[in-house]
């Protein structure tokens, strides 16, 4: 099996309307600052690219994913590290479950305030456990927090 994929671009499509033939690395631009690659076809409404394989349709993403790393386990998906949905670096991706995944979603809209009140919480006594129950993160996130790895002001 040749590495590369059927792909749909849009100057392609618009010229021949039918699929054409692109090697895998001709399906990215690298980004150099952010080390991103950015997928150059056309992508869904949902701001992810899509190709077609075994008849089925798959995320670019995870085509990459899985060459580049492995198979992502069943009932896991994949989250953009670089929130940066074109992306297609493997390095950038990371197979949480989707539970992990929603907490992180959620986690964005952590503020300074809560931040600040999760750390105080902490140095009065509460456990990280019962902190990402109460603020619905993951115990790493908060561990991250506390340990002002994310969020670093002071
Ligand atoms: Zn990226």
Redesign the pocket.
């Known amino acids: 099996m040749p590495t590369g994929i059927y792909i749909r671009t849009e100057k392609y499509r618009k010229e021949v309307g039918e699929k054409q033939w692109k090697k895998d690395d001709e399906l990215y631009k690298v ?1 150099t600052k ?5 997928f150059t076809g056309s992508l869904l409404k949902s701001g992810y690219g899509q190709i077609q394989r075994n008849k089925k349709s798959i995320y670019i993403h995870r085509y990459f994913y899985e060459k580049y790393k492995k198979v992502v386990p069943q009932g896991y998906e994949l989250d ?5 949905k ?4 493997p ?3 990371e197979a949480v479950t989707h539970y992990e995944n929603c907490l992180r979603g959620s986690a964005t809209k952590l503020t300074e305030e809560i931040v600040q009140n999760m750390r105080n919480l902490y140095k009065s006594g509460w456990k990280k456990i019962v902190l990402a129950r109460l603020f619905k993160i993951s115990r790493a996130h908060v561990g991250r927090i506390i340990e002002g790895k994310s969020w670093s002001f002071s």
């Open positions: 980004d952010s080390g991103c690659w950015n953009h590290l670089c929130k940066n074109k992306c297609v670096n390095l950038h991706l």
